[in-house]
């Protein structure tokens, strides 16, 4: 394939994969950088890539890996901040709280900060706008393009995982 090939169907492919990036991560940010990083993965292969050949399920498939690259690189990294980190973070201490009361309050954050990283990243995204942010179904069906009756199970869900896993934590 040359590069003029390439440029002419760049465009589509890059809608390809910014689609799996925010199915998979859910959010533009992330997505953009699926999309970007996937189609420098794959003008690195243009001269291998057949010039007639539909190539939508070879961009989906680099974009996937892209999206576990990005994970990956999150989970090896402790200096990145993640945004359940962020908005999980401990209480300041109450006044007239004991030193127990702020300990156990901090060790409970923790465990809700952890156990919202095993979460899937979709499932985490629908939580925090339900659970953290305080959005109502409506609005998160607008924003998501998910149906009311599938955000609530997977709401639902990820709540159950999360207790599950901070019951787990602190036993």
């Known amino acids: 394939m040359t ?3 390439f440029e002419h169907i760049a465009p589509m492919l890059r809608e390809l994969m910014l689609s799996v990036g925010r199915s998979f991560f859910g959010n533009d940010d992330d997505a953009e950088d699926v999309a970007q990083e996937g189609l420098v993965a794959l003008l690195r292969y243009m001269d291998r890539m057949d010039s007639g050949a539909q190539h939508d399920a070879l961009a989906i498939r680099v974009a ?3 999206c576990m ?3 990956r690189k999150r989970k090896a990294s402790p200096f990145v901040t993640t945004q359940a980190n962020e908005r999980f973070s401990p209480p300041d201490r109450d006044v007239g709280a004991s030193p127990h009361e702020v300990l156990e309050a901090k060790e409970l954050h923790e ?3 952890k156990a919202v990283q095993h979460l899937k990243p979709s499932e985490r995204r629908l939580f925090e706008m339900r659970q953290i942010e305080g959005l109502e179904l409506d609005e998160i069906a607008r924003l998501t393009n998910i149906a009311k ?3 609530k199970s997977i709401v639902s869900a990820a709540r ?3 207790f599950e896993e901070i019951k787990r934590l602190r036993t």
């Open 149 to 151: 009756p599938s955000i």
């Open 64 to 66: 996937k890996h892209c």
């Open 111 to 113: 465990a809700v900060n």
């Open 69 to 71: 690259d990005k994970v």
């Open 3 to 5: 590069q003029e090939e």
């Open 160 to 162: 159950k995982k999360v």
